[in-house]
């Protein structure tokens, strides 16, 4: 049985736990405080040589450019069409995963492609993916022209008067026709009137029956559609015009064209960060 070791013949994987091990002795002097002056003497020069490096200041607007565009298309067009285009969540979802994905997955491939064909450096990649990003935010700015009229909701664009009106304050969809019903604000459920307004739930449209299961149920003795609290009321959302109809083809159209140009720039982009070595002189 081998004796005990004294302090000053410890294996290697010893000294890498053993604490106050000697040979770990002044291995690791400790730092000396640095101030808030050295530190800030020494961010501000390397604030500027990067600020001054042409590659990662165009890379940077390429991520501004992005992050106001793709980024936040993808986060919120689902719920987008779903209000604007009054199509149903599903079927929003459906086509943002059919259509717009594959043209993110296929526009990064097709730009790893381009910028070998092109041998592309990485001040030429940069260039790429500025030059895409920016083409495709342009194009994106045409999705306001691709409006529709706003939906007449009760209590958020319509007031029950059937006055037009704009409100974000969420006790507007109360009223005195629904002030006994002890309804909830932040409920979604939707459904229109025979008056032609979409209502945010059959409990704030007044309603105290039903008939029918699912897509088919119909509300009946909505104190809020009619004077006479007689009138009824079907699920979902009322009809928009032939308008908006003819515009939705166009806009997912749009929308995929702008999300394949701006991710021809994602393969470039990765390389620059990949390939991209700044070398800072230190003093």
């Known amino acids: 049985m081998s004796g005990r070791?004294?302090?000053g013949k410890c294996t290697p994987e010893q000294t890498s736990f053993i604490k106050g091990s000697p040979l770990l002795k002044h291995k690791y002097p400790a730092d000396d405080n640095t101030s808030l002056i050295e530190m800030a003497k020494d961010f501000i020069p390397t604030l500027r040589t990067l600020l001054g490096h042409p590659v990662y200041l165009i890379y940077l607007c390429v991520t501004i450019i992005q992050l106001n565009s793709l980024i936040g298309m993808v986060t919120y067009k689902p719920k987008?069409?779903?209000q604007h285009f009054r199509q149903s969540a599903s079927k929003a979802n459906f086509l943002m995963g059919v259509?717009?994905?594959?043209?993110?997955?296929?526009?990064?491939?097709s730009g790893g492609v381009l910028m070998k064909r092109?041998?592309?450096n990485i001040m030429g990649a940069a260039r790429f993916a500025f030059g895409t990003s920016l083409i495709g935010y342009v194009l994106s700015l045409f999705f306001f022209a691709m409006s529709c009229e706003n939906a007449k909701v009760a209590g958020v664009t319509l007031s029950?008067?059937?006055?037009?009106?704009?409100?974000?304050?969420?006790?507007s969809v109360f009223t005195a026709c629904n002030s006994d019903c002890f309804c909830s604000a932040s409920d979604w459920d939707p459904v229109c009137g025979d008056n032609g307004?979409?209502?945010v739930s059959p409990c704030?449209?007044?309603c105290s029956r039903s008939t029918g299961s699912g897509k088919n149920t119909v509300f009946s003795n909505c104190s809020c559609v009619g004077v006479t609290g007689n009138f009824t009321a079907s699920t979902g959302q009322c009809l928009h015009t032939d308008d908006c109809d003819r515009m939705f083809p166009y806009f997912l159209a749009l929308s995929v064209i702008?999300?394949?140009?701006?991710?021809?720039?994602?393969?470039p982009g990765y390389m620059i960060l990949i390939r991209s070595d700044i070398k800072f002189k230190k003093a």
């Not at 029950?160 to 006790?171: G, L, P």
């Not at 702008?258 to 393969?267: K, N």
């Open 258 to 267: 702008t999300s394949f140009i701006i991710s021809l720039g994602g393969t």
């Open 80 to 82: 987008y069409i779903e």
């Open 160 to 171: 029950y008067d059937s006055v037009d009106m704009i409100s974000y304050d969420k006790h």
């Open 5 to 7: 070791q004294g302090p």
């Open 118 to 120: 092109l041998k592309l």
């Open 204 to 206: 704030l449209a007044g």
């Open 197 to 199: 307004i979409t209502y």
């Open 99 to 109: 259509i717009n994905i594959p043209a993110v997955a296929l526009g990064m491939f």
